[in-house]
């Protein structure tokens, strides 16, 4: 037998639901490290990249139930989970008693925890490990998971997601890996529109951008946005706003995880006016062509706002 081979007869296989953009390469990377794949995804072209790499592809997410006692979901939204784990074909409809289930779906923390239960209820243990880090970390094996889960379960859980991220995390109960993934995106965006207009104002006010940024940068105005991930055209290379705003992370994945932020707020009563007015911001961009852009073409949004 071939080295790889013998490798993989001492890994149980692995599934894996929803082979988008983020969920390929994730499950790419469990292959390379010689776990044997059992793979699905509603839509038949989607499975066929991760088929012609060595996983083996079935039909619902119940046939990988029964073939795998180790499953990572990877979804949109909170409907497909709730669907993937719950539906007539779903996940708890064949799965084994001590099934590992790891949802790295972004979702509200009150259907992870829904979820957790149903699978409770059929003898299987349900984690929430949401992403930062987008489809380039993604392939490059360096996501950062936040978990959220039964304490005993995370060493199995960490095993997995060390194949796939640089960072693991440990949050809590089931949820607060969400919980932290919302609240990270919140200040994101919050802090992404503030840099936005403060680039601005000081480029009507007069000064060269890149000596703005400079300056904001040695001082206590200095955020991830204004160092590290710059919304201007021209202020850093290898950023977004260098080739147009393309790649990076979509205007429509932040308004999704900022209308996720503004549930979670309505439903603990909690005082969210920026939050909710950046969910507005970029709600309103996904309508006005920005949808695919990358979420720092708020700048571009802005100059547009005033007639520029």
Known sequence: ASLSSRSMASKTPVG???LGNMGTPMAKNLLKNGYPIIATDVFPESRKELQDTGAQV???PADVAEKADRIITMLPSSPNVI??????NGILKKVKKGTLLIDSSTIDPAVSREMALAAEKMGAVFMDAPVSGGVGAASLAKLTFMVGGVEEEYQAAQELLTCMGANV??????????????CNN????IGMIGTAETMNLGIRLGLDPKL?????NMSSGRCWSSDTYNPVPGVMEGVPSANNYQGGFGTTLMAKDLGLAQNTATNTKTPIPLG???????????SRGYANKDFSSVFQFLREEEGQ
């Open 83 to 88: 669907e993937v784990y719950t539906g007539p």
């Open 169 to 182: 995390v440990y949050c809590g109960q089931v949820g607060t890996g969400q919980a932290a993934k919302i």
């Open 212 to 216: 703005l940024a400079k300056i904001l």
């Open 186 to 189: 919140m200040l994101l965006a």
């Open 16 to 18: 894996f639901i929803g």
């Open 276 to 286: 909710s007015l950046a969910h507005q911001i970029f709600r309103v961009m996904c």
């Open 58 to 60: 079935v039909d619902s």
